[in-house]
């Protein structure tokens, strides 16, 4: 696994070099792009549509449209000057409650090594760890400067990537008045205390991707893709009538 980052954790006048590795990644089977009449991949070209011809990667820069077709270029050392000293480093400006956090805001996850000053890295790991506390920080990650969280997991330190407020998208939720009998509101928590547990990651895996490899396979033979019968829903319209049910159901011993 690669680093991702090199730099600096700092918090007042404890200095700690550190990097950073991608905590997660995604699994996905890809599916190639085909030509429908003949089933050959379709390839796309970067072309110049002003000098047409193909270009190559190294030959394209980054510009901004500033007006109509206007653009200004920038090249990787005006992306570099414009950075100051401390936005190479993640200097951590305040230490919040973990519950102060809405799960909205977190992105991206890095765990996080050091590269020397261990003593002050198990030092910050054992601090926060005792006070539940998460450190706040900004850092410029190639050409975006990120609002990001440094937090304990287990015996790790993990950094999160934050959304900036401006960037939440906010929804009109449609004003909705509806009464709802205690004995409902008894009942379903009921039934949420039924089916509360610990959370066990390791008791999750992709049901769809297993079912997608095995049709890939059956294809490859020239098979039909099977496909699984599912015990159909009880159609329960009353909703005190479904909570019951529900509650009957949760209490049942779970294979």
């Given at each position: 696994?690669?680093?991702?980052?090199?730099?600096?954790?700092?918090?007042?006048l404890?200095?700690?070099?550190?990097?950073?590795?991608?905590?997660?990644?995604?699994?996905?089977?890809?599916?190639?792009?085909?030509?429908?009449?003949?089933?050959?991949?379709?390839?796309?070209?970067?072309?110049?549509?002003?000098?047409?011809?193909?270009?190559?990667?190294?030959?394209?820069?980054?510009?901004?449209?500033?007006?109509?077709?206007?653009?200004?270029?920038?090249?990787?050392?005006?992306?570099?000057?414009l950075?100051?000293?401390?936005?190479?480093?993640?200097?951590?400006?305040?230490?919040?409650?973990l519950?102060?956090?809405d799960?909205?805001?977190?992105?991206?996850a890095y765990?996080?090594?050091?590269?020397?000053?261990?003593?002050?890295?198990?030092?910050l790991?054992?601090?926060?760890?005792e006070?539940?506390?998460?450190?706040i920080?900004?850092?410029?990650?190639?050409?975006?400067?990120?609002?990001v969280?440094?937090?304990?997991?287990?015996?790790?330190?993990?950094?999160?990537?934050?959304?900036?407020?401006?960037?939440?998208r906010?929804?009109?939720?449609?004003?909705?008045?509806?009464?709802?009998?205690?004995?409902?509101?008894?009942l379903?928590?009921?039934?949420?205390?039924?089916?509360?547990?610990?959370?066990?990651?390791?008791?999750?895996?992709?049901?769809?991707?297993?079912?997608?490899?095995?049709?890939?396979?059956?294809?490859?033979h020239g098979?039909?893709?099977?496909?699984?019968?599912?015990?159909?829903?009880?159609?329960?319209?009353?909703?005190?009538?479904?909570?019951q049910?529900?509650i009957?159901?949760?209490?049942?011993?779970?294979?």
């Open positions: 696994m690669g680093v991702s980052w090199k730099g600096s954790i700092s918090f007042g404890i200095y700690i070099p550190i990097s950073l590795y991608v905590a997660t990644s995604e699994e996905s089977i890809g599916f190639n792009m085909l030509h429908k009449e003949c089933n050959n991949r379709i390839k796309y070209k970067k072309v110049c549509e002003f000098c047409d011809q193909e270009i190559k990667s190294g030959d394209i820069v980054k510009g901004y449209n500033y007006e109509g077709d206007k653009y200004i270029v920038f090249d990787e050392n005006d992306f570099e000057r950075k100051s000293p401390k936005d190479k480093s993640i200097n951590i400006t305040q230490f919040v409650d519950s102060e956090i799960t909205v805001f977190y992105d991206k765990y996080v090594v050091p590269d020397g000053g261990e003593r002050a890295f198990e030092l790991k054992q601090a926060m760890k006070t539940n506390k998460v450190g920080a900004k850092v410029v990650f190639g050409t975006k400067e990120n609002l969280a440094i937090r304990m997991s287990g015996d790790k330190l993990l950094l999160n990537t934050l959304y900036f407020v401006n960037e939440i906010s929804v009109q939720m449609p004003y909705i008045k509806v009464d709802v009998g205690k004995a409902e509101v008894d379903a928590k009921q039934l949420i205390t039924n089916m509360t547990s610990h959370f066990k990651p390791e008791g999750f895996h992709d049901e769809y991707r297993e079912r997608l490899k095995s049709a890939i396979e059956q294809k490859i098979e039909e893709i099977t496909i699984p019968v599912e015990k159909p829903d009880n159609n329960i319209i009353n909703l005190m009538e479904a909570l049910q529900s009957a159901n949760s209490n049942q011993p779970r294979v």
